[in-house]
Structure formats: C-alpha cells, structure tokens
C-alpha cells in the first residue's frame, strides 16, 4: 500500500476477473442468502431472475478478495524495490451499492477499483480515509456491480 | 406461499432476528476464502492493528446479517430481492464470540408507480452485539410483491 498521501484522486486498479460456478453461487447462498433464486436452478427458473443467480454478497465478497489479493501484490512488489508499505486500516462503511444486473452461473466478472476521493481524518491523527467507486463487469460488456467503498490508510510520516 | 407482502409493512413495523452467536473459526474461514487481511486471520497479527484484536470482515458481518434476515423475514415474504444498499457503517469491531441481534424498522414503503405488481419497502438494519452496542447499521430498499396488485396503495 502506498501512503495515503501517495494516492491521488482517478488512480485505478484492474483487480482481476471471478467466474462463478452454479455450486459455488449455491454453496454461498445455503450460508448466508438462501433465497430460491440463489438455491435452487427449477425455483430460480420461476423466479423474475429466470436463471441461478449469486447472492448481491457473493458479488462483493469476491471483489473484496480479489482487492486483499491486489494489495498483496503491490506490496510484495514495494518490498521488492526497498520501498516501505503504507498501513491499511478497516473500513468504516461504504455507500451506494448497486446490484444492476443478475450475476448468472457461468458469468465471469471483471472488477476494478478506482479511486474518487480522499479526506484526511481529525479523529485519527496519522491516517486519511481513501473513498473508491468498486465495480464489477460481465463478460458482455455490462456493469453488474458498483459501489463506493473507504477505508483508512496511513499518512507518510511528518505528512500531517 | 407467501407470508407477508408489501402491504404488511408500514412505518410502524419493527422486527428483531437472533441471537446468533459469530465463532473464531468461522470469523478466520470467512476471511480466508473472502477477505484475508491480518486483522481478520490471525490474532496476534490482528492486535497490531486499529482493531486492536481479531475481529470479523465487515463483509462477513453484511452476510451473517443476510442469513437472519433471510431466515426470520425473507423467505416468508414476496421479496424480489434488493436493488442494492444505499448505506453500510461498519461502527464496532465484531470480536469472536459476539451474539449478535438484528433490529429492524421501516424508513419508507411506496408502491412502484411503473410496475403495478410490486412496492419498494425501505428498511433500516441495526445491528447489536450482546454488550448492547451498535455493531452495524445497513438501508436498504426491498422489492417486494403486492398482495393486490394494481389497487393503489
């Protein structure tokens, strides 16, 4: 992770791509979405979704790995050059999530990460929060997924 | 069949789901297949953080959330899934062990104006832990079936 003040406002990240299978949409929804739609191909084929669909959680938990995975990567790369690695702090929340089209089995999608705005924090002396508009692509070309997420990240030292 | 429909929710309607207690074991499984950063795999890594201490991915939080909800709400109701969330705060770190009681309340319920069959209920999901503090709060607009279509609401 670079330091927060290292990170600048349209910075993007292409995070990678999550195909999902009808078992894993099924083995997600049976632990914590267990609605039809998700469950099961004959109820969800009723359904107005018309085919196995992942849970809306299954869509960002995958995000949030493939951005975990993203950072890991960058960091060993930082390592590598003898650059130090920023600490990355939780998220206090996130905003504007939208599920824009049903994410069917076989459905690969593309996520990416980009970042819109940045504010440093009175309340925790040597961090800022990062703000980043989250989305994830199909393999049509359609936008499934968007949300804007935070979380905080270390300032440089002496930056504040 | 359905339970309830859209006509079943007003602004005074008020539910609570759980308890349902979050182990260790699970807070570390979540986060490895979903969310594998320090604070959320590994106690001592975690204690170096602004966590101060494992605690669970906020994402596996939004998810126990989801399986309460589902289980006391959803699948008794003519829900045709949610659009998106407008707003999640992450407000407490939820630590191995926690029980965790979901209280819910209606912020707004309209009938769609395009489609006739159906309503939008707004909910408000607070969250709690068994130390009575807010964990977790989450909006969301539901889209759910109404029980007389086309009648104005």
Redesign the interface.
């Known amino acids: 992770m670079r330091y927060f003040d290292d990170i600048n406002v349209g910075d993007r990240m292409a995070l990678g791509t999550v195909t999902f299978t009808a078992e894993d949409i099924k083995t997600f929804a049976a ?5 039809e ?1 998700h469950m099961d191909e004959a109820a969800a084929a009723r ?3 018309g085919a196995l669909c992942a ?3 299954h869509t ?3 995000w ?2 493939l951005r ?2 993203y950072g890991r990567r960058e960091d060993a790369e930082r390592s590598a050059r003898g650059e130090v690695i920023a ?13 824009l089209k049903p994410v069917y089995a076989g459905d690969t999608i593309t996520y990416a990460s980009e970042v819109v705005e940045k504010r440093v924090t009175k309340s ?1 002396p040597g ?1 800022g929060i990062v703000f980043a508009k989250n989305t994830g692509t199909n393999q049509k070309g359609e936008l499934v997924m968007s ?1 804007i997420g935070s979380g ?1 990240v270390e300032r440089r030292p002496g930056a504040a | 069949m359905p339970k309830y429909y859209f006509e079943d929710f007003s602004l005074r309607w008020t539910a609570q789901y759980g308890p349902r207690r979050v182990t260790r074991e699970e807070i570390i499984g979540f986060a490895a297949q979903y969310d594998p950063q320090p604070m959320h795999l590994d106690e001592e890594a975690a204690r170096h953080t602004m966590l101060g201490g494992l605690a669970a991915s906020g994402w596996h939080s939004c998810c126990i959330m989801m399986k309460l909800i589902a289980d006391g709400l959803l699948l008794d109701t003519a829900s045709m899934g949610a659009p998106g969330i407008d707003e999640v705060k992450w407000l407490k770190p939820v630590r191995p062990g926690d029980s965790l009681t979901v209280q819910g309340s209606v912020l707004d319920a309209r009938a769609s104006q395009s489609k006739p069959d159906r309503g939008f209920v707004k909910f408000l999901w607070e969250v709690f832990n068994d130390r009575g503090e807010c964990v977790m709060t989450l909006v969301c607009p539901q889209m759910i079936l109404r029980r007389h279509p086309g009648v104005p609401a």
């Not at chain 1, 632990?31 to 609605?35: E, I, K």
């Open positions: 632990q914590y979405d267990p609605q739609f359904s107005h979704f849970s809306g959680w960002v938990a995958a949030m790995n975990v995975q600490r990355l702090g939780p998220s206090p929340g996130f905003r504007e999530l939208k599920w925790r961090w949300f905080f």
